[in-house]
């Protein structure tokens, strides 16, 4: 990765050499130069990276010659929302989708995965001669792989990915006026580069959106990682370590209150903050004797149990299979809604531990952490035998969980998080959560029961496991802040 605009610098992650950028609001003034030829950003869609992309780009630009439009379908039920965050047709800042995408130099496709899919031929069809396609997330181009079609060859092709669900990508960059660089952490893909510009428009993108850590990736990778990741640790396994864990601890005789601090609220409220501030090695180092045991038992079996469904999930997603079902299912939500996500009885406990918070005692519990330590571990590993950058790895195993994405689970319960997210992510949080719930519940728990799970070549791995220094380089570029989600 070159640029012609920023300082790129050199980090050194696992023994590889990855090139990054430190963003920050101190390189706003760069953003004229980084957008040279462009006079119209198009964001087509205001889902939630919709809204939040808009917003910070158009703010990150004021002042300049660079426009932000929004795009939506006619009659649209988002219209009304757009034009209450001050975009409007007077001004020339909201329109139509197919006469955003016709007016814009680079449109930035941020509208449902499978109406994506659906409608690609029509949105390149309508692209100005020398318009950049711009994304967010790789699954078109596992679409169209699937499909046996390809990108346009004349139009530069680049993703810009945030590593965050779109609240967390508004609330970050708000934050982020009193704090420099607040924001959350941004990949970038060049994947067509058709005249030498791309690479400083994608970068000048991502500090639009306030990422204070920027690393490269590809669009193949980022969607082999991504989807499989969304459907594993960032949202699907933590859903099913608060379901199988409250159970178990109702079982042993806990009331409710109890299970829930120990199965869910201990996970995402002491145990994520640890992780994010200290990475892995916080939480091995805060524990010893018996609670350390039970964390090692609980990691080994968990790691064990896991592996192979991960190694299952990377496969489907790599073989189109998982791609194609989710054109299939989004086909038929009119018709068959997706279920409530948050339904079983242990959800209404946890909005009543909420409210007492400040009055129970939390603290990590080892079993639990384990089980979230080993689901972690697994993906992560499953993703570095993949050859995956490590700032990637990183970032969609550790990051974005923690400082993303569970602190609404922990603030306002599992079905804020998880529908917050794209369709694609919240059908697969649906499908998959189960396997692993199962997995827990069927192998972890039986292991953990006859006391033979434990690996003394597994705990070893984990302790001298190269994500520790990993996380100490990519944390030094870490905001002072942590997302408020109130």
């Not at 799970?453 to 944390?475: Q, W, Y």
Request: charged share 25%; hydrophobic share 40%.
């Amino acid at each position: 990765m070159k640029s012609n605009v920023f300082n790129l610098i050199d980090v050194e992650l696992a023994g590889k050499q990855e090139r990054v950028l430190a963003g920050g609001r101190h390189l706003f003034s760069l953003l004229p130069e980084a957008f040279a030829g462009v006079s119209r950003i198009g964001v087509i869609g205001w889902g939630p990276q919709g809204r939040a992309q808009a917003l910070n780009l158009r703010d990150s630009l004021q002042g300049t010659d660079v426009r932000v439009s929004v795009g939506l379908r006619a009659g649209s039920a988002s219209i009304d929302d757009a034009r209450s965050e001050g975009f409007s047709e007077a001004a020339g800042t909201l329109g139509e989708m197919s006469d955003v995408i016709e007016g814009s130099d680079l449109v930035i496709l941020l509208i449902a995965d499978a109406a994506l899919a659906e409608n690609h031929a029509r949105i390149f069809g309508a692209l100005k001669d020398d318009a950049i396609i711009g994304l967010s997330h790789g699954y078109l181009l596992a679409h169209l792989r699937a499909q046996g079609e390809d990108f346009p060859p004349e139009h530069s092709v680049v993703a810009v990915c945030p590593k965050g669900m779109g609240v967390s990508v508004r609330r970050l960059y708000e934050q982020g006026r009193e704090t420099d660089g607040a924001g959350i952490n941004c990949s970038v893909a060049i994947h067509q580069d058709v005249d030498d510009r791309a690479t400083d428009i994608a970068l000048g993108w991502a500090v639009g959106l306030g990422a204070p850590f920027i690393f490269e990736t590809t669009l193949e990778s980022e969607y082999l990682s991504d989807i499989p990741g969304e459907r594993a640790i960032l949202l699907a396994i933590p859903h099913a370590i608060a379901e199988a864990v409250y159970r178990r601890r109702i079982e042993l005789g806990d009331p409710p209150t109890r299970a829930f601090i120990v199965s869910t609220e201990s996970m995402t409220g002491v145990l994520a903050r640890t992780i994010s501030r200290g990475g892995l090695r916080a939480v091995l180092d805060g524990l010893s004797g018996d609670a350390r045991r039970s964390f090692d038992d609980a990691f080994c079996a968990t790691y064990k149990a896991f592996s192979p469904v991960l190694r299952e999930l990377y496969d489907e997603v790599r073989s189109g299979t998982e791609i194609a079902s989710v054109a299939l299912v989004a086909a038929r939500l009119d018709r068959y809604p997706m279920p409530t996500i948050d339904g079983s009885r242990m959800w209404k406990t946890g909005a009543a531990v909420r409210e007492q918070r400040g009055e129970l005692e939390v603290q990590i519990d080892p079993m639990t952490s384990g089980i979230f330590c080993g689901a972690m571990m697994a993906q992560i590993d499953l993703l570095a035998d993949e050859s995956h950058p490590w700032s990637e790895i990183a970032n969609e195993s550790v990051i974005e969980l923690v400082d993303s994405l569970i602190p609404y689970m922990h603030a306002r319960g599992v079905a804020y998080m998880v529908d917050n997210c794209s369709t694609t992510a919240r059908l697969g949080a649906r499908k998959w959560g189960p396997r692993f719930e199962a997995a827990i519940t069927q192998q972890v728990f039986p292991l953990l029961d006859e006391q033979g799970a434990r690996d003394e070549m597994l705990i070893k791995r984990l302790e001298e496991h190269p994500l520790h220094e990993v996380l100490k380089t990519i944390g030094q570029y870490r905001p002072s802040v942590d997302v408020a989600v109130s």
